[in-house]
């Protein structure tokens, strides 16, 4: 079996010295044991690879566009909003397998691990449906089987306008299926990950409440049967405003009065919350998927890490609109959203751990929780979800323990990460993922082509 030996690693039980880790065939770790003498393939630091638990890959073309006013003089999600509508018209499927492949690549580059895609563009322009109905599903699983990345699949359920039930609006008629057609999708992106490893797993994403009836939201939630279930909530003011004068409640309050939510479910952005939804919804077991550099860029809100935590809610970190991939820079903007809020510092450390520790220990369990995929911690059992920092960075040189992550996470970046493995796959060596040059001529050549269109 292959061993991948380190000076230092996070295991599940802490920081150990001179840890071998063997990966069985499957690529599930086999062992983990400390004291052991150097063998196998050899790092500086080894810790797990987390999981990105929210990400729209298309969404990764449009970076870098959308950095101007609207013609009102003020701009907001609803205008980034309905660019992002006229952008999504010119994608045809192999354009988004690109660009899939592309952003997938950056993730593990960045020492991701997984990508749970939360995947709503499902038709052709004007609503058609493809021949075949999962034919977008099946280009993200075709960007996972050559970038290697872990993959949850989470199909979207898009239905309405909002919550008076209006028609998708033009920009909109490429996500939407009433139940029964996005049954048969949903069946059909399971087979379509037929063709992956054994670690990818299938789940469902009820869009919104604005997008979903209430009807048919425990239906949806019923296709993804022992596997998890992803929701936009709480994000902006409006949908706020939008979704209590329509059912007479906030989102949060109504998703706790009335749906079956438990540890199963990653509640996405919830930017929105006041102080009894937070405590309540961190008593479900639910998981916060949070995605600060999106939240921030969009003008979302700031999530209440530090109430969420005290009351023992999960986190999860994702990248959402991927205007910029980076792993360390998402736990860095949450941490420091807290502290510009409160006016604080080490707003989410604890007495035992240190800022670093927490966010990055919460984000690798709750990361895993959402993903359903078996990941998480350097432990037995677990996926071969791996990550190497380059011990002779000079901010990582003489740290130990707790210090590492603090040192990476707040003074690094993502440079440091030197070897990413996913489900025991070598996908990055010396910082760049192994097909890095072929992905990206792809990705470029599709920009072009976009770029000329638009």
Known sequence: MPTIWSKQALTAEGWQRDVAVELDAAGRIASVTAGQPASGERVEILLPAPVNAHSHAF????????????????????????????????????????????????????????????????????????????????????????????????????????????????GQIRFGNDPERFARLHEGAGKALAGLPGDSVLGVAPHSLRAVGREDLAGTAKLAGEGPVHMHLAEQVAEVEEVEAAWGKRPVEWVLDQADVDGRWCMIHCTQMQPHETEGLAATGAVAGLCPITESSLGDGIFDGVRWFDAGGKIAIGSDSNIRISLTEELRTLEYSQRLRDRSRAALASGEKSTGRRVFEAMVDGGAQAAGRGTGGIAEGSWGDLLALDGKAVDLQGREGDAILDAYIFAGDDRMVSRVWAAGRPVVEGGRHVKHAEIRDRYAATMAKLSAAL
């Open 59 to 170: 969404q990764r073309a449009m970076a870098g566009l959308t950095e101007r006013r609207g013609p009102s003089g003020s701009d907001s999600f609803w205008t980034w909003r309905q660019l992002m509508f006229r952008f999504l018209d010119q994608l045809t499927p192999d354009h988004v397998e690109a660009i899939a492949a592309f952003v997938q690549m950056e993730m593990l580059e960045a020492g991701y691990g997984t990508n749970v895609e939360f995947h709503y563009l499902h038709h052709q322009p004007g609503g058609v449906p493809y021949d075949a109905l999962a034919e977008m599903s099946g280009r993200i699983a075709a960007a996972a089987a050559e970038t290697g990345i872990g993959l949850t699949l989470l199909p979207v359920h898009y239905q309405y306008g909002g919550c008076d039930k209006r028609e998708l609006g033009p």
